[in-house]
């Protein structure tokens, strides 16, 4: 089982400022099959990179994804209120697919 | 626009079985090379993937569950169902139904799931 691990775990970041998410897979991900989420609170999460690098449909442009093998990164270019939340890195090249453990992004 | 709505007990009793259904609306559940997935998230924790059904029928299941999982689809209603047996506490969780293509990019809005006596 491939185990992401994710960091820092929380982020304490103000409205403007530039966020950066890493994700550390314990062996590399296939096809880079890695994908990111964010989820707020009572809410199911959202899709918003895949491939690594892809943005989803209706994704903004100041999200952006990169990596590759076993080191992935979200950045954020510059944060918006909505953009305070949990976010989620997971791989489904490799079975069982898996989660990371979550980093918040909270306001400063 | 393609929808998912999970639907279930919200109680059930330690070493029952849970039963859940997720109903899918704007795709066909049997076409399209998707993988349904169900994932859950225990109360301030983080997602597990439970196993998924591909469109051709085959399933693939988390091996932390130790076989208790079953994912199976009921084409005439478009739904999917998922069935855990022999729950416990551990098993309290948000369960939510999810399409994948390349990432998950459609989830049913989750419902919850306490196990208690």
């Known amino acids: 089982e491939i185990v992401l691990t994710q960091s820092p775990g929380t982020l304490s970041l103000s409205p403007g400022e530039r966020a950066t998410l890493s994700c550390r897979a314990s062996?590399?991900?296939?096809?880079?099959?890695l994908a990111w989420y964010q989820q707020k609170p009572g809410q199911a999460p959202r899709l918003l990179i895949y491939?690594?690098?892809s943005r989803a449909t209706g994704i903004p442009d100041r999200f952006s994804g990169s990596g590759s093998g076993t080191d992935f990164t979200l950045t954020i270019s510059r944060l918006e209120p909505e953009d305070f939340a949990v976010y989620y890195c997971?791989?489904?090249?490799?079975?069982?697919?898996?989660f990371g453990q979550g980093t918040k992004v909270e306001i400063k | 626009q393609v929808q998912l709505q999970e639907s279930g007990p919200g109680l059930v009793k330690p070493s029952e079985t849970l039963s859940l259904t997720c109903t899918v609306s704007?795709?066909?559940?049997?076409?399209?090379?998707?993988?349904w997935s169900w994932i859950r998230q225990p109360p301030g924790k983080g997602l597990e993937w439970i196993g998924y059904?591909?469109?051709?029928?085959?399933?693939n299941y988390n091996p932390s569950l130790k076989s208790r999982a079953t994912i199976s689809v009921d084409t005439s209603r478009n739904q999917l169902s998922l069935k855990l047996s022999s729950v416990t506490a551990a098993d309290t969780a948000v369960y939510y139904c999810?399409?994948?293509?390349?990432?998950?990019?459609?989830w049913g809005q989750g419902t919850t799931v306490t196990v208690s006596s």
């Open positions: 999810a399409r994948e293509p390349n990432g998950l990019d459609v």
């Open positions: 704007g795709a066909s559940v049997t076409s399209g090379s998707y993988y």
């Open positions: 059904l591909y469109y051709s029928g085959s399933t």
């Open positions: 062996q590399s991900v296939s096809s880079n099959y």
């Open positions: 491939g690594a690098s």
């Open positions: 997971q791989q489904y090249g490799n079975l069982p697919w898996t």
